[in-house]
């Protein structure tokens, strides 16, 4: 058979080397850094960590007020062009005007979690956008709670496969790259998104990129090659029972409760969990009960199914329930059940 020119001539085989050494200095450009996550509840914040981790951590559900305290999850991978980039990304419990002691604890939290980040993703609703033509009043007020971290904005516009009409969020993209004519945003970038699907996920990244530290050497990197969050097994397996009493239950019930494990033990292929369920009122008790015990064995059903698909090992899951009366409404207890996992 007759040598083709683009088999193995000369040219290709000088090109190879020259391949090799522009992909090896692209590898070489990594970065990483710390970005928060914050916004009004239920616009997606946290199906938006769980897109970039790569894996279900945090709790995701129709209900506001879902996430209550700071989740961090690294993505670590690599943009549009095969640079690496290393973010640990912190999901935030909504950021909302407090109307009780709860949401007050909560939106603390959120607040701390703005110390110490290279940037902040602003996350809204790309419908309420779209409606409006502009920021919703209280994502503004949201804007207004970042003003002091002084930190650069990147502006998520989330479920835009939501927006019926895609072309009434142009002229509100163009009103929000600019303030008033001639005054440039204080927004660095804007990017429509739809976390539950993906789209416009790693454009994201290579835009957060931007503010991230450069990584000589692997000095800079923030966590182990394969750690994806900073917390226990124990935690998630809280959270998932949370899940599934949010799931399970309607209007103040699940607000007022909190999950505590308080037995582990590891029996070969098989992890033995309890959990103690407070809730704040007695009536929430019986409610959260059922007749006969029915509700409370639908919540230990789902939530043992999701912490076995979790840990990828066999669960047997107890579950007791205790009102703590009023905890809701005191800051203390509120932090030793939210914040600490233990009891007040
Ligand atoms: N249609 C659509 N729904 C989404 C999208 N992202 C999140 N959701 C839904 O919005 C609700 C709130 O999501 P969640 O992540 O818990 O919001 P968070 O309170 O901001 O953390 C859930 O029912 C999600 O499934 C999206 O891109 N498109
Ligand atoms: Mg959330």
Redesign the pocket.
Known sequence: MPRTPNETGPASSANAPKKAAKSAKKTADVRAGRVAIV?R???????LLNALVGQRLAI???K?G??RTVLLGVHDGTDDEGRRTQIAFL?TP?LESPRSVLGRVLVEEAQGALDGVDAIAL?VDATDVARAGDLAPADQRVLALLGEANKPVVLVL??V??VKDKGKLLPALEKLATTKPGQKTRFTALVP?????GTGVSGLVSELRGHLGAVVDGVGLLYEDDSLTDRPERFFVAELVREAILGATREEVPYGTAVLVDEWVEEGRMVRVGVTIVVEKDSHKGILIGARGSKLKEIGEAARIAMESFLERKVFLRTFVKVVPGWTKDAEKVRRLVRDGSLP
């Not at 509840?41 to 199906?47: D, E, R």
Request: hydrophobic fraction near 15%; proline fraction near 12%; glycine fraction near 12%.
């Open positions: 916004g509840p239920n616009v997606g914040k946290s199906t995701t559900t129709p506001p879902t996430t999901d909504g996350m989330n479920k496969d939501r998104i739809s976390a539950s699907r």
